[in-house]
């Protein structure tokens, strides 16, 4: 079956660009999840969705970072006016419970975001 | 910020050998993950150890949970070269109806062939 997808796989962007990163979660799956990796680090959570609701944006490193879910399966991160401190790679993750720390999260292969 | 912290942070072994790999942790938790991750690819999960659980098995693969030492162990028996990879383990953070993982920075094995 399907696993997470992410698109693009890479991304070039010059400062002060905005980005749109897509997220395709296993279908059903509740919870999603965006993460932030650095190069050398492990992943950063970002922010949370159950279905279209999100619950916990407290990773968010600034207002420039905006993430939605409108209906429920699908998800983009954007990040406006990008700054060469957001390159890294952000990975997708879901998870078919509500309570997803009581299940594994499956994770997309990433889009690695280069900002010049 | 981090809330795991992986132990060594690179490991090389012949393989064949054991690979045991280590983690500790801050806070209380309800759960504590390992997940692997090939260069350049998403992150795979291993495996998921309850706080009230204090050993698990899949396959060639152990986890141990300390809660009083606040730390875990993972082992791997007889490697082999396709486990050469990262090694992450994560944490959740479980408030009300919220959850996330905190993974810690992750261990590079090498498994020689």
């Known amino acids: 079956g399907a696993g997470v997808s992410q698109s693009p796989r890479y991304k070039v962007a010059k400062r002060g660009q905005d980005v749109a990163l897509r997220c395709d979660p296993i279908?059903?799956?509740?919870?999603l999840f965006w993460y932030q990796q650095a190069l050398g680090q492990g992943p950063e959570f970002l922010t949370y969705?159950?279905?279209?609701?999100?619950?916990?944006k407290s990773g968010l490193p600034s207002d420039r970072f905006f993430a939605e879910r409108p209906e429920g399966s699908v998800s983009t991160l954007k990040i406006q006016r990008t700054q060469q401190e957001d390159s890294a790679v952000y990975l997708c993750?879901?998870?078919?419970?509500?309570?997803?720390?009581?299940?594994?999260?499956?994770f997309g292969p990433g889009t690695r975001l280069t900002v010049l | 910020s981090q809330q795991g912290e992986e132990d060594p942070q690179a490991l090389s072994i012949q393989e064949g050998e054991n690979a045991t790999m280590n983690c500790s942790y801050k806070?209380?938790?309800?759960?504590l993950q390992w997940y692997r991750q090939n260069s350049g690819r998403g992150l795979v999960h291993l495996i998921l150890i309850r706080s009230n659980e204090r050993e698990k098995h899949s396959g060639r693969l152990r986890v141990t949970l300390d809660t009083s030492k606040k730390s875990s162990s993972l082992l791997i028996t007889a490697s082999r070269a396709a486990d050469t990879a990262s090694y992450f383990c994560?944490?959740?953070?479980?408030?009300?109806?919220?959850?996330?993982?905190?993974f810690g920075k992750g261990i590079t094995l090498s498994v020689r062939p």
């Open positions: 993750a879901s998870s078919l419970e509500r309570l997803a720390v009581y299940n594994e999260q499956f």
């Open positions: 279908s059903g799956h509740v919870s």
């Open positions: 806070t209380s938790i309800n759960n």
């Open positions: 969705f159950q279905n279209e609701a999100q619950l916990d």
């Open positions: 994560a944490t959740d953070a479980l408030t009300g109806a919220n959850s996330k993982l905190t």
